[in-house]
């Protein structure tokens, strides 16, 4: 592969990125996120059809939800939200609402909809429960990024030479930020147009995603460290070697990834369609900033101090 000047074109990574994390922090503050009844606590009813009345007209889950938002929703309810499982189940999440209210619910559908139609589950999530978890998923998160910062602090804390061990957590830390920041943006815009949720898989796609980024970035700045014992070229020069030397692992490891998730998100259960999309969402994000900006923060940061 031709050697590519990854560095010399930093200027253009930073205003992608910083076009991207704008957007994403814009639709973030005017759109916000849809949040799952995981941390709001709510409703969980689990129904499995067998022949749908006539003139019902609902092959999707679109459809579904339009169905139950004109004729079964109140202000008890709340909206509701619609995931088809199977072509004849479906998951429905709405507000907190007592026994008597789920009886009814459940009595409306099999009304209106399909006399035979058997709840195999129901769940109720109470919004302590929902808060708690909202609270334990902050701790976790940032627990994760504080070891991080440390790892990779102490893993190259020989390096001090022409930036300190600390920038290089710090690199990688903002590339995190950076990954985690692009993906609530994208999720929040599609929680726009498609209703799409925010829920515990996703907390678990994102914590994947800052593993998978990091261990990238560690790969090429251990690459690094070992080209400063052997080289004496200029910094700007010995990173874009660096990154040069392992970009090829990066994309092909991310590309048969990549294949694997496509896979399952286009064949699998529509169950795990919204984490697998993220985590496809994650594996790109993670695999362009571990490239064009963890390590080329570390030449700007040298430039600066010059």
């Not at 829920?199 to 800052?210: Q, V």
């Not at 990154?243 to 090829?248: F, Q, S, T, Y």
């Not at 695999?287 to 940061?301: G, H, M, N, Q």
Request: aromatic share 12%; proline share 1%; hydrophobic share 45%.
């Amino acid at each position: 592969m031709k050697n590519i000047e990854i560095i010399k074109k930093s200027k253009i990574w930073y205003l992608i990125s910083g076009i991207l994390c704008t957007i994403s922090i814009l639709s973030i503050i005017f759109f916000g996120l849809k949040i799952s009844i995981d941390f709001t606590g709510g409703s969980l009813m689990e129904i499995r059809f067998s022949d749908f009345s006539d003139g019902t007209n609902i092959t999707s889950a679109t459809s579904m939800k339009k169905y139950f938002d004109e004729n079964i929703a109140d202000s008890e309810t709340g909206e509701f939200t619609v995931q088809k499982v199977e072509d004849d189940y479906y998951m429905f999440k709405f507000q907190e609402v007592s026994e008597e209210k789920h009886q009814e619910v459940l009595s409306k559908i099999r009304e209106e909809l399909d006399p035979n139609a058997k709840e195999e589950a129901y769940q109720f999530i109470g919004s302590i429960i929902g808060n708690e978890l909202k609270e334990k998923t902050y701790i976790t998160v940032f627990l994760v990024i504080s070891l991080i910062i440390l790892y990779v602090a102490w893993a190259f804390r020989k390096v001090s030479y022409p930036v300190s061990s600390w920038k290089y957590g710090i690199g990688a830390i903002i590339a995190l930020f950076h990954d985690v920041l692009i993906m609530m943006g994208i999720f929040s815009i599609l929680g726009l147009l498609f209703n799409i949720q925010i829920d515990i898989l996703f907390i678990t796609a994102i914590l994947t995603t800052l593993g998978y980024s990091v261990n990238d970035t560690i790969v090429i700045y251990d690459r690094i460290r070992e080209n400063l014992k052997r080289t004496n070229d200029k910094f700007d020069v010995l990173v874009n070697k660096s990154i040069n030397e392992n970009i090829k692992r990066s994309i092909y490891t991310s590309s048969t990834t990549l294949i694997v998730l496509l896979s399952i998100y286009f064949f699998g259960g529509a169950s795990v369609k919204n984490f697998v999309l993220a985590l496809i969402i994650g594996v790109i994000i993670g695999t362009y900033s571990s490239i064009f900006i963890a390590s080329p923060l570390l030449v700007t940061w040298n430039s600066h101090k010059k």
